[in-house]
């Protein structure tokens, strides 16, 4: 089993910038993709962005430009910076993690229970 702690949520004014870390952990696993989602009030969830372990990234049109997602291989955790942070980034951010288990085939997909942003304008 896999387990996803988030951190670093809250609120914060329009154009202001928030730090989102997400920390795995348990035994006899391997990381492939973590990433970042989120649900906005009345949305469903979205991808934010996503890194591969060699560090490809992939994100959403919406903060391309402001958010950085990175990651820390040798911690197991993926870090998501918030620039320029507008209204209508407020919501839930959700880890995500794909992961191998050792000695099995096959990928498992794990979230953490999720933090919330508010960004008041």
């Known amino acids: 089993q896999v387990q996803l702690v988030e951190s670093g949520g809250g609120l914060v004014q329009a154009g202001g910038s928030l730090n989102l870390s997400c920390a795995a952990s348990?035994?006899?696993?391997?990381?492939?993709?973590m990433g970042w989602y989120r649900r906005a009030p009345g949305k469903q969830r979205a991808l934010v962005a996503t890194?591969?372990?060699?560090?490809?990234?992939n994100y959403s049109d919406s903060v391309k430009g402001r958010f950085t997602i990175s990651r820390d291989n040798a911690k197991n955790t993926v870090y998501l910076q918030a620039n320029s942070l507008k209204a209508e980034d407020t919501a839930i951010y959700y880890c995500?993690?794909?992961?191998?288990?050792?000695?099995?085939?096959?990928?498992?997909?794990?979230w953490g229970q999720g933090t919330q942003v508010t960004v008041s304008s």
């Open positions: 995500n993690a794909i992961v191998t288990r050792l000695g099995q085939v096959g990928y498992w997909d794990y």
């Open positions: 348990g035994s006899m696993f391997r990381i492939n993709t």
């Open positions: 890194i591969t372990s060699g560090g490809i990234t």
